[in-house]
């Protein structure tokens, strides 16, 4: 389901995900098990940005939608399509320069990270934009979601929970163990 058909249910869900999502998991660990699941959590992780902002966009919060682009950015700078739909959000909010400024970020990091020059439907928006004459309408080449990744929603919200209350439990047994290494420390030094 687009981002633009999501009922407020659906949002709240899709905003909660995010806010669970505090980085990789496991950060600095590099067995397979959790390259694999921290691999797999960031891309839903960015599946649910990238709903957010088609929701954003066709709904007008120009702002917030900025928001969940960076975001993504933050993880897959090279991500094109996020790119234009942040030249949209700022040209639609008023920030032409700023719509500008995306296209030549976007530009910079597909050449330097791939490179790439940007494909024709970023070029076109460009053109657009640079001519004043971006129409309100998001295209929807640029909303592109599968229906597998809206029925997984409520699934990967529970994994992240699940997730965040075993690495919670995690650290509060290394804290433990330190404190008792520690104590030991401290009783042989008597």
Not at 22 to 32: A, I, V
Not at 147 to 160: D, F, I
Request: hydrophobic fraction near 35%; proline fraction near 2%; charge should be positive.
């Amino acid at each position: 389901m687009p981002g633009r058909d999501l009922d407020s249910r659906q949002v709240a869900a899709l905003q909660s995900a995010v806010e669970v999502y505090r980085g990789d998991l496991l950060e600095g660990w590099y067995h397979d098990w959790c390259l694999y699941g921290r691999e797999l959590l960031q891309n839903k992780y960015l599946m649910i940005l990238d709903k957010l902002v088609g929701h954003s966009l066709s709904h007008q919060n120009y702002e917030t939608g900025q928001r969940y682009g960076t975001l993504i950015l933050r993880y897959d700078r090279a991500r094109e399509r996020t790119h234009r739909q942040l030249m949209r959000l700022f040209y639609l909010s008023g920030d032409r320069t700023g719509a500008l400024r995306q296209y030549e970020r976007c530009t910079s990091v597909l050449r330097e990270d791939l490179g790439l020059q940007p494909d024709k439907r970023t070029r076109a928006l460009y053109d657009e934009i640079r001519r004043d004459s971006l129409q309100e309408c998001v295209t929807p080449t640029d909303e592109i979601v599968t229906t597998t990744a809206v029925a997984s929603l409520a699934e990967v919200l529970g994994k992240l929970k699940q997730l965040e209350t075993i690495v919670f439990s995690a650290r509060q047994r290394v804290m433990k163990d330190l404190k008792a290494i520690e104590m030991g420390g401290k009783a042989s030094k008597h």
